[in-house]
């Protein structure tokens, strides 16, 4: 158990947002979010959605980038940060689920935080 949290979460990362995309695919309903053209040639983008979605995207993308990074070099990241990390993930995505985007959002946040301290922290490891 600890080897995976320490050494392989990309893996760990690429399965739980994978097992995220079919459930939302499956069992979630499709509905359609768009940006909002006004009269004239300005913009509205009048939904919270559009930002919740936007963080959540971009922190998935950096998280699996920077995991992946991590495994390429052959280092280690710290047990018990990425046992917080990957439960800060979890309750985020049950948090979108639900369709709570503020709370989402800021677990998202705290997820990129943690992120970058595991990051910090990470060593090599001697073979």
Request: proline share 0%.
């Amino acid at each position: 158990m600890k080897k995976i949290f320490t050494e392989h979460m990309f893996l760990l990362l690429l399965s739980t947002f994978g097992v995220s995309y079919l459930v939302v695919y499956l069992f979630d309903y499709n509905q359609s979010y768009g940006i909002n053209k006004t009269v004239g040639w300005a913009y509205d983008i009048s939904n919270q959605f559009f930002y919740n979605t936007l963080t959540y995207y971009l922190s998935k993308v950096l998280l699996l980038i920077g995991y992946l990074l991590i495994f390429l070099f052959n280092r280690k990241t710290v047990y018990h940060i990425s046992i917080i990390h990957f439960c800060i993930i979890i309750a985020s995505l049950i948090s979108m689920f639900s369709k709570n985007y503020l709370t989402s959002t800021i677990f998202f946040l705290t997820s990129m935080v943690v992120f970058f301290i595991n990051v910090s922290k990470s060593y090599k490891i001697s073979r």
